[in-house]
């Protein structure tokens, strides 16, 4: 293998698992070694500068990073970094002299963002400072979009949304709520330099079959359900609830089901329970109230009884593979299963919809009724018009359109500022040596052995009782700590110099995950398997050498390496050092653009 | 040294051996020696050698002296039995134990300083009697505790750090151990486990003394030029005579090499040594020959490395002495009082 070039961003940046999962890369160790000690406000303006709403998605995420923790890998279960994220943003100071300022004189463009969830607050939030004059249209009469209309209050206060939409909003954005756009021809006659679609996937899919029709006095729609919760609208269900699908919304649905009255709920799936779509973390959440998972069972028809919903009848499957691994549900031809109920909420996906887009205007749709959008830009065929969060791509989560709506940011600075969309800014990237004295270094290196710390919950019977009280109370600053320290500081990176070394084998020796070895090159196939270890992970790479004194190479496998500094410790000669590698994706403003 | 203790994770993938154990459960504690010692390596080279050789910890003992190299063991097999003793007096204190309880694994780790100066006695003793052990010189040249006086194995005419010349002749341990009549004797280096540890395997499982001289740069006050124990002067001299697999008996062999290139030895517990030759007319069993080999090669500047010597029908101290074979924490008080009936026949017996 060619010697590992260790100033392709890229290389440092895989290592951090979690960084490189997580859309928009926000540091996540250098914020946990932040809430370690004890400057929260700092950790929380990390996240903050990175994914905008650090204290609803350290309730919320979605958590790409978790799945790809190094710390899973090493032992049981990830650094519950979503988690870590709310003791930030819980325990923080004052931040609203951390804010960037806002200029007076504006720079005279004039961008309109539609739609007040994620996507556009976050493109409002990199514009303002920049000057922008934005202005936000929803159709609700409070922004924030589904953050606000469709995650129940007890997993997210209102409180916690009011304070991080108000940190955007109160930069000036200019607000027309509570007016639903019916026209993007009428938006752009205004005359906006740039506009932002981040309209959400708003419509619910509904499930025809059998006594749809009639039953339809009991049978609701999960995310306009959940809005019209959200917004007080209905405070009672049934006494028994069925909310059919797998999803994060069905999860939703029926723990506030339970809320609302629901004394026997149960979510029915067609498929498999691990198949499901809803984070495994909501799945037991929603057990843990009592609420039973039922699988392989398709929806035939709403039962009827004296002209009102009575039940539903369910046809028993099983999953048959073919010879190409695909899937089919096979009738298992036992008798279907009849569930009684009073109400039922149909949870089975969202779509986007855009029957306000002109289909005359140039902005060219798919043929499944979806936007062009370059995936990179964020860009329509409408040179000015931009997409975001679910509007872009179909229904993802938060944090994607956090992602979203940062390179749209960019995109937008740069069509204003005059240049091309295209060319993309690369990220900032520093990598500092850690090294304080013969073995001291500015982290924690020692490994904490702890296993991964549960989050308190709030007692179960107030819980179920009070839609609006908050399940689950977050770490405390000491639970906090013990959860930061099981980090493994993967943005620490071992950075090995080869004509320095002497080839005495110490760091081999020390290593407790043996993950170095030195051998003769080769390709790296052929490499792997004759490691100290075999390296079996082949989305992990291997950090391989120039040649050494003796013909040999080092070769590191990154996978399970635990950032503990042994090896640089233990080497005589600094051939190893241990450097912080810190990757800050460029938005928009001056650094964005080339000139 | 390091402020932290090795982590207890370890590779998710390692391997275990017939025990269920990971080569990670015969390390002791981390290493208090600097940064890049030689020594280090040999532990590890041991861990590996007795993981692979699948020992129960318990049943070894590791005795040691006094110097960096007599620190060592703390730094292996945590879970064995250990004897720190006096400076040099390791080979006395291994050879009792031997002889109290010939069940146990004895590992004697000494420097170059414990057995070349002060311990010179004893060492040269615990050979000629044949006490069943690996003795082990981690050997660096220098006193490394006392900031890098030359020792007793430092080459005439070498180096120190700060440029003097050493002008006391020196003393090659390998050719005192063949003189003193050892049964197995090899030379190693320690930047080269894959030549260490099947020696160190092959050591354990020989009967009788087994010595094992293995050159370790101290990489504080002997790794410069004009140094010849240091890295790159080793490998720039590293002549192997051969290179030793080490196959227990219940692995089949494999052959796959040309004839006459390979000589495969069976030793007493039947363990099978298969030595691929270097230097094609060196013969392991000639003693003679090889002391001759040494002091011409020794001559020339090269550092002739690999399984010296083998006796392979090499008889221990027990074996000699005719001892009891049980230890002596098994024998029950019949056997160690056998009353006034046996002491008259055996005053009778010496009449």
């Excluded at chain 1, 329509?380 to 872009?392: E, N, Q, R, Y």
């Excluded at chain 2, 087994?210 to 490998?235: E, M, W, Y």
Aim: proline fraction near 5%.
């Amino acid at each position: 293998m060619d010697p590992t070039d260790i100033r392709v961003p890229d290389y440092f940046h895989k290592v951090v698992d979690c960084q490189w999962a997580c859309p928009s890369h926000t540091p996540v160790p250098e914020y946990i070694r932040l809430i370690a000690a004890g400057r929260y406000t700092d950790a929380y303006m990390v996240n903050w500068a990175s994914n905008v709403f650090p204290g609803i998605l350290g309730r919320t995420c979605d958590r790409p990073c978790e799945p790809a923790c190094r710390r899973g890998r090493v032992e049981k279960e990830p650094v519950a970094i979503c988690r870590l994220k709310r003791v930030a943003a819980d325990n923080k100071g004052e931040i609203k002299r951390l804010l960037p300022a806002i200029p007076a004189r504006k720079n005279g463009k004039r961008v309109a963002l539609l739609g007040a969830g994620p996507a556009s607050l976050t493109v409002a939030r990199d514009l303002m400072p920049l000057g922008y004059h934005c202005v936000l249209y929803d159709g609700d009469g409070r922004a924030g979009g589904m953050i606000r209309s469709q995650i129940p209050k007890f997993r997210l206060p209102e409180a916690v949304i009011d304070e991080e939409v108000g940190y955007i909003t109160d930069m000036g954005v200019e607000l027309r709520l509570g007016r639903r756009v019916d026209s993007l021809k009428a938006v752009l006659a205004e005359g906006y330099d740039a506009v932002f679609v981040g309209t959400g996937a708003p419509r619910g899919r509904d499930l025809d079959i059998p006594g749809r029709k009639e039953a339809a006095a009991n049978i609701h729609i999960g995310i306009d359900w959940l809005s019209s919760v959200s917004f007080g609208h209905i405070d009672k269900i049934g006494r028994r609830v069925i909310v059919l699908g797998g999803g994060n919304t069905a999860m939703d649905c029926c723990r506030s089901s339970k809320r609302l009255g629901g004394e026997q709920v149960t979510v029915v799936v067609r498929s498999g329970f691990d198949e499901m779509k809803a984070s495994p973390w909501e799945k037991e959440d929603a057990m843990h109230e009592g609420i039973p998972i039922l699988n392989y069972l398709v929806p035939r028809e709403f039962v009827l009884r004296d002209g009102r919903l009575a039940g539903m009848r369910f046809e028993k499957v099983a999953a048959h593979y073919d010879g190409t691994g695909r899937r089919s549900l096979v009738a298992t031809g036992e008798p279907d299963l009849l569930l009684d109920c009073d109400d039922v909420l149909v949870a089975v996906g969202q779509e986007n919809a855009f029957p306000w887009i002109e289909r005359d205007i140039g902005l060219d749709f798919d043929k499944w009724g979806m936007p062009k959008v370059d995936p990179r830009t964020m860009q329509s065929t409408l040179p000015k018009v931009f997409f975001g969060g679910d509007a872009a791509f179909g229904p993802k989560n938060i944090i994607w359109a956090v992602a979203h709506g940062h390179e749209a940011a960019v995109s937008i600075d740069k069509l204003l500022s005059g240049e091309q969309v295209k060319d993309r800014p690369p990220p900032l990237v520093n990598l500092v040596s850690q090294k304080m004295g013969i073995h001291e270094w500015s982290y924690d290196n020692d490994v904490s052995l702890d296993l991964r710390y549960k989050v308190p919950h709030a007692e179960q019977a107030v819980a179920l009782k009070n839609i609006k009280v908050e399940v689950e109370l977050g770490f405390d600053r000491k639970l906090g700590y013990l959860e930061a320290e099981r980090c493994l500081n993967c943005d620490v990176q071992t950075v090995f110099a080869a004509p320095l070394c002497i080839e005495c084998d110490a760091c081999v020796d020390i290593c407790p995950m043996d993950c170095i070895t030195f051998t003769g090159n080769g390709g790296e196939n052929e490499l792997r398997p004759r490691l100290k270890v075999p390296a079996n992970n082949p989305s992990q790479d291997l950090y391989v050498s120039a040649a050494l004194k003796t013909g040999r190479v080092m070769v590191k496998d990154e996978d399970v390496c635990l950032h503990c500094g042994l090896c640089a410790e233990r080497c005589p000669t600094g051939a190893w050092d241990m450097q912080k590698f810190l990757l800050e994706m460029t938005q928009a403003g001056p650094a964005c653009r080339s000139r | 040294m390091t402020y932290i203790a090795k982590p207890k994770l370890h590779h998710p993938k390692l391997p275990t051996n017939k025990l269920g154990f990971t080569h990670r459960d015969y390390e002791g504690a981390v290493s208090t020696l600097c940064a890049g010692c030689g020594h280090d390596s040999i532990s590890a080279a041991i861990v590996q050698a007795c993981f692979e050789l699948d020992l129960p910890p318990h049943r070894i003992a590791k005795l040691s002296g006094i110097g960096c190299s007599s620190k060592t063991p703390t730094y292996f097999l945590g879970a064995s039995h250990g004897f720190n003793s006096v400076h040099g007096r390791m080979p006395s204190v291994l050879t009792g134990a031997n002889l109290a309880n010939r069940d146990l694994i004895y590992l004697g780790v000494s420097g170059d300083g414990d057995s070349a100066s002060i311990g010179l006695g004893q060492f040269a003793h615990s050979i000629r009697r044949g006490v069943n052990m690996v003795y082990i010189v981690e050997n660096n040249g220098v006193y490394g505790l006392t900031k890098g006086q030359f020792s007793a194995t430092a080459d005439k005419g070498s180096k120190n750090k700060r440029g003097v010349m050493n002008t006391d002749s020196s003393i090659d341990m390998v050719s005192m151990a063949l003189q003193f009549g050892a049964s197995f004797v090899a030379r190693s280096f320690s930047g080269d486990k894959d030549q260490l540890v099947p020696l160190l395997k092959a050591a354990i499982a020989h009967d009788g003394a087994a010595f094992l001289d293995v050159i370790s740069p101290c990489v504080a006050f002997n790794n410069h030029l004009g140094s010849t124990k240091s890295f790159d002067f080793v490998r720039e001299h590293n002549e192997a005579v051969n290179r030793l697999d080490f196959i227990t008996t219940r692995e089949p062999i494999r052959v796959d090499y040309q004839p006459g290139t390979v000589e495969v030895v069976t030793q007493h517990d039947g363990s099978v040594l298969r030595l691929r030759k270097v230097a094609a007319d060196y013969d392991v069993h000639n003693r003679i020959a090889a002391m001759n080999y040494l002091q011409e090669r020794g001559a020339a500047g090269e550092v002739v490395t690999g399984l010296l010597y083998l006796d392979a029908e090499a008889h221990d101290l027990h074996g000699y002495l005719n001892t009891v074979e049980k230890p002596f924490n098994e024998l029950g008080e019949a056997e160690l009082i056998p009353g006034s009936e046996s002491l008259e026949r055996f005053n009778q017996s010496l009449r």
